[in-house]
């Protein structure tokens, strides 16, 4: 294979059309492409869920000091600088979750499953290019979903749904649980 022009392509015996970048690198239907962006976007959801478990791990080192930093940029989650419950339910909840559905099942299989197999079994790309990028662009608004549900919703997502639903109000579990499904799905 031999470059030529910007996203001009040539392999021994036929040429590739140029792509667009968008096509080559956003929406497209290459394996190693859509490995590396399952794997870059797990590793933001580590980053994530990474500080989640920092903020689980100072309530626990230090469960009688109050945090009035903290408190000021996350107002609904601190009462007079100390962590409210449902707060602390919905951080382990959302690191938990993202963890298992968001970093653990997708870089492994998704990210480096992508971009490692064809080529070491030789084949030319996974067997349904566009249903491989599909479950890409299925997996993100997955992400997109749960990252959002804590701050838009006046209930915190929580694994055990105790936290009551204010009348009205659409409930952080529900969105909460409706982003995992696509997650799995696309892995
Ligand atoms: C399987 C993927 C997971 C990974 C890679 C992971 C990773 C981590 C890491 C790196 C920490 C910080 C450790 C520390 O501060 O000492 C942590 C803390 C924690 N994780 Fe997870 N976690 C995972 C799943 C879960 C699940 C499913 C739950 C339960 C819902 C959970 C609950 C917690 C709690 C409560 C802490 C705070 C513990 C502490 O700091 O003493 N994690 N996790």
Redesign the pocket.
């Known amino acids: 294979m031999a470059q030529t022009t910007a996203g001009h392509t040539t392999h021994a015996g036929h040429e590739h059309a140029p792509q667009a970048f968008i096509w080559r690198y956003v929406f497209s239907k290459d394996h190693k492409v859509i490995g590396i962006q399952y794997y870059l976007t797990a590793m933001v959801m580590a980053w994530v869920a990474?500080i989640l478990?920092?903020l689980?791990?100072l309530q626990?080192a230090w469960p009688e000091k109050t945090w009035p930093v903290l408190g000021r940029f996350l107002k609904s989650g601190f009462s007079d600088g100390v962590m409210n419950p449902e707060f602390y339910a919905m951080l382990?909840?959302m690191?938990?979750t993202i963890?298992?559905f968001f970093?653990?099942s997708t870089a492994p299989v998704s990210g480096f499953g992508n971009l490692l197999i064809p080529l070491q079994c030789g084949a030319r790309d996974m067997a349904f290019p566009f249903l491989n990028a599909l479950s890409y662009w299925t997996f993100l608004p997955g992400c997109l979903i749960i990252l959002t549900s804590p701050p838009t919703r006046r209930s915190p997502p929580c694994?055990t749904r105790f936290p009551a639903r204010r009348p009205g109000r659409p409930s952080g579990s529900s969105a909460w649980s409706s982003s995992s499904p696509p997650s799995p799905w696309a892995a």
């Open positions: 990474g478990a920092m689980i791990r626990l382990f909840t690191h938990g963890m298992v970093v653990l694994a």
